[in-house]
């Protein structure tokens, strides 16, 4: 197993709970949307800091300028930015409004890892290091390999 195998697994996974949250966020209460962006929070914040912490490293001398120059935000922190916004107002339609905003953002950054940053990695760290990467993921995420 290589590390973008690993990390489109958990999109995989992540998609299930978008599709969730899309479907109960309508009808959802301001106490009830704020437990979903809870649990939002947990995963996205998890799967983000493997990324940062195993992929990045690795892949960041092939990246392209950001568009917003060296000191732009990520695309991980403008997500995080938006959760901790939807957490912090007790307004229901404003926690609809960026939760939803949230889910939008985490798939369109989805996209543009699995059609983009993916196939770079696959294209120019040496596969030696994209398996030992996937053992690391699986050490942490305590996935049995083999
Ligand atoms: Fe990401
Ligand atoms: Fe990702």
């Known amino acids: 197993m290589i590390i973008t195998q690993s990390l489109q697994g958990e999109h995989g996974a ?33 799967h983000a800091t493997i ?14 300028p950001a568009p917003g120059g ?4 990520t695309d991980h922190q403008i997500i ?3 959760l ?3 957490e912090e107002t007790s307004d229901g339609a404003a926690r609809r409004r960026l939760l939803l905003e949230t889910v939008a953002e985490t798939r ?3 996209t ?4 983009k ?12 290091t994209q398996r030992a990467l996937a053992k690391e993921w699986a050490l942490r995420r305590a996935v049995c390999l083999e």
């Open 14 to 46: 992540i998609n299930a709970l978008l599709n969730f949250l899309e479907q109960r966020a309508p009808d959802a209460s301001a106490e009830q949307l704020g437990l979903l962006a809870d649990v939002l929070g947990a995963v996205l914040l998890s």
């Open 112 to 115: 543009k890892e699995e059609t």
């Open 84 to 86: 901790r916004k939807t």
């Open 117 to 128: 940053i993916f196939p770079l990695t696959e294209r120019e760290i040496p596969l030696e």
């Open 70 to 73: 060296p000191g732009a935000p």
């Open 108 to 110: 369109k950054h989805f």
């Open 51 to 64: 990324e940062d912490e195993l992929l990045v490293p690795e892949i960041r001398p092939f990246l392209p």
């Open 80 to 82: 995080a930015g938006l």
